[in-house]
């Protein structure tokens, strides 16, 4: 047992964990500092070279001019000043050790002077300068407020019990997750990466029961793909309640019914303003007036709002078949979804809705599949409600049905006008307006907004889907193209600002990795969402004037 002179102890908070590692002898190295004249008490595992020690700074001593400093440079050395005599002292209290351990404590004391002993009481520094205090507090706060980090008595375990040369052998760990929270294992892979990792989530399960998720990702940074063929992969380790999306809030349950009524009031007017000729004259300004601020007497608008729920159940319809479209595609995997958030739109009725996953998706191709379910579901209803209006528009029996529409809100997509033309004529479509019946207007607002909500780009439905389909890489390329598109706007037109604005304030984060991030999707999904961004770019592409005209979509100009 050694002897310790010459120190003093600050107050520090030490946390240890029931590792083995902080199981084993520790030792009480004391260091002096010429520059401040000050002792540095430590307590340090007897495997932790002075290197990594001198990255944990303890301050404390005998300070007189209460100067605070780094200890440290970026290189861990410590900071002298060459004009102070003073020398430095150091003193190691320990137990017993082996003797290769004396034998490196010999070794690393042998070019330093022997320890000054003092028979004086060292005289006791105030507990740390305020600044200490604050920076001690801060990582004691920052420690208590950022997420729960992986035990590492469970990481030991894991690595011992779980992998090894018939699964995945482990050459190095990283930290892994948002904040570092979570442990990367990277290593070589013994077998098929699917059934290695079936049979690691069901030993995880048996070895620490159900407090860990484990994910399957591609190796960060790899030189070289695998030899048994694909990329190269890696196992990341999360706790549950770090991986997983928490549970929908009783404010978010009352957000969502406020914006779901704000959705129905403004489908109720985008059907009212279907009825523009109908409507009185202050009405119409209203309407169609872009210098127009004060609305007109709402009086005016309750005779015209019975004739406009049809639109607005029209609108509603699409939404609630999109959303539906998700939930039925989540239920058979067991994927959890929030409610919707819908979003209310004065031009379209609706911009669409938010929906979040509650669960970690197990792998790609069910991203792709919930992703697309939804979009496919709500295209299917406004197709079928626009080209049932196209046919009811163009019967002479139904003109007591139809409302007047201006022939430029045509131009507003390519594909639609295309098909409206081919439907009602050159002489119906080349005119100042054209009469449809209101299914037109609902079918054409559902699939304008089924075509936003597929843009491939950051959460939206499309961006779950490239995500999925191809990977995150190709979504930042999609994203970046889809973010210039819509501010030149050259797709979307004049709602191009408004849901570039949109994206960028509540949809811009990508998805977060499924468990089985690697695995590839199939060719007939690739496919599908190669198709669906094809149409979405044919549906919000407008038409230009000298097309238009050309084609007869619109009254371009008078002779």
Not at 19 to 31: D, K, L, T
Not at 232 to 254: A, D, I, N
Not at 442 to 462: E, I, K, R, S, Y
Request: contains cysteine; negative net charge; glycine residues 8%.
């Amino acid at each position: 047992m050694g002897t310790l002179t010459s120190f003093s102890f600050n107050a520090v908070n030490l946390r240890f964990t029931s590792s083995s590692i902080f199981r084993q002898r520790v030792g009480v190295q004391v260091f002096g500092s010429r520059k401040l004249n000050t002792k540095l008490c430590y307590l340090i595992p007897k495997e932790v070279s002075r290197e990594k020690f001198l990255k944990f700074r303890c301050f404390c001593g005998t300070n007189n001019s209460n100067n605070d400093a780094d200890y440290t440079q970026n290189d861990g050395e410590i900071k002298e000043d060459s004009s102070n005599t003073a020398s430095s002292t150091e003193s190691t209290v320990t137990t017993a050790s082996p003797p290769e351990d004396k034998a490196v404590q010999e070794k690393r004391t042998s070019n330093e002077l022997p320890p000054s002993l003092s028979s004086r009481p060292p005289n006791i520094a105030p507990l740390g300068s305020v600044y200490n205090d604050f920076q001690i507090d801060s990582f004691k706060l920052m420690e208590l407020l950022g997420p729960e980090k992986v035990d590492p008595a469970d990481v030991k375990l894991i690595k011992d019990k779980l992998f090894g040369y018939s699964t995945f052998w482990v050459t190095k760990e990283e930290p892994f997750g948002d904040l570092g929270e979570g442990i990367l294992f990277l290593g070589n892979l013994r077998g098929k990466r699917e059934d290695v990792f079936a049979k690691l989530q069901t030993q995880l399960a048996e070895i620490v029961g159900d407090k860990y998720n484990l994910f399957m990702v591609e190796e960060p940074d790899s030189e070289a793909p695998d030899p048994r063929g694909g990329p190269r992969v890696s196992f990341g380790l999360l706790r549950k309640e770090v991986s997983e999306p928490g549970p929908t809030t009783l404010w978010q349950y009352v957000i969502a019914i406020l914006l779901f009524l704000l959705t129905i009031g403004s489908s109720v007017e985008l059907g009212i303003a279907s009825q523009i000729n109908r409507l009185p004259p202050e009405v119409v300004k209203y309407f169609t007036d872009p210098n127009a601020v004060d609305p007109p007497d709402m009086e005016l608008l309750y005779p015209f709002v019975e004739s406009a729920l049809p639109l607005a159940y029209g609108v509603l319809g699409v939404l609630l078949f999109h959303e539906l479209g998700h939930f039925l595609a989540a239920f058979p995997k067991k994927v959890k979804l929030s409610i919707p958030f819908f979003i209310p739109n004065i031009t379209l009725g609706s911009f669409g809705a938010i929906t979040q996953f509650k669960s970690i998706l197990p792998d790609r191709s069910t991203q792709v599949d919930i992703s697309l379910a939804g979009p496919f579901a709500g295209a299917a209803l406004s197709f079928s409600m626009f080209a049932v209006g196209l046919l009811l528009s163009s019967n002479p029996d139904a003109t007591g049905d139809l409302v007047q529409v201006p022939s430029m809100l045509f131009q507003g997509s390519l594909l639609l006008g295309l098909i409206s033309r081919a439907t009602l004529g050159y002489a119906a479509m080349h005119a100042a307006t054209v009469s449809i019946h209101p299914l037109v207007i609902a079918g054409w607002c559902g699939l304008t907004t089924t075509a936003f909500n597929m843009l491939p780009v950051g959460c939206l439905d499309g961006g779950r889907a490239v995500q999925g389909a191809y990977g995150k890489g190709a979504l930042v390329g999609f994203g970046l193209t889809t973010y210039t598109l819509l501010g030149l706007g050259v797709i979307g037109g004049p709602l191009s600002l408004p849901w570039g604005l949109y994206v960028l304030i509540c949809q811009r984060t990508p998805e977060k990795p499924c468990l089985n991030d690697v695995t590839e999707v199939g060719t007939w999904r690739k496919t599908a969402v190669t198709v669906a961004v094809f149409l979405v770019v044919l549906t919000l592409l407008p038409v230009w004037d000298e097309l238009a005209e050309e084609l007869g979509i619109g009254l371009v100009s008078t002779f």
